[in-house]
């Protein structure tokens, strides 16, 4: 199910570059939060705002959105990708 819109303000902080990260932890949390975004949007944010992604699978799906992952956790776990996410910002 698609959500109706994205909680107040996201899409405006995300396009406006203020957000520093966004998570994603499996191939339908890619599909259900880019849906939100055209091509041109999804450029936009992902120029400034890193994606990371919990295991390779999730990886793949955001690349056939044209989007690289920049943070991916070693275990497909979601303790694993917050530690991966620190690190990467350490």
């Known amino acids: 199910l698609k959500p109706r819109s994205l ?5 405006q ?20 939060f880019l849906q939100h975004f055209s091509a041109r ?3 936009r944010i992902f120029e400034h ?9 999730t990886s793949a799906t955001l690349r056939e ?6 943070i991916q956790a070693k275990r497909y776990t979601t303790e ?6 620190v690190k990467y910002f350490s």
């Open 13 to 32: 902080r995300l396009l406006a570059g203020e957000i520093d990260v966004v998570t994603f932890t499996s191939s339908s949390t890619v599909d259900g």
């Open 49 to 57: 705002t890193k994606a990371a992604v919990i295991g390779p699978i």
């Open 80 to 85: 694993a990708l917050a530690k991966a996410i």
């Open 7 to 11: 909680p107040g303000g996201v899409k």
């Open 65 to 70: 959105h044209g989007i690289r992952p920049v």
């Open 41 to 43: 949007e999804k450029r």
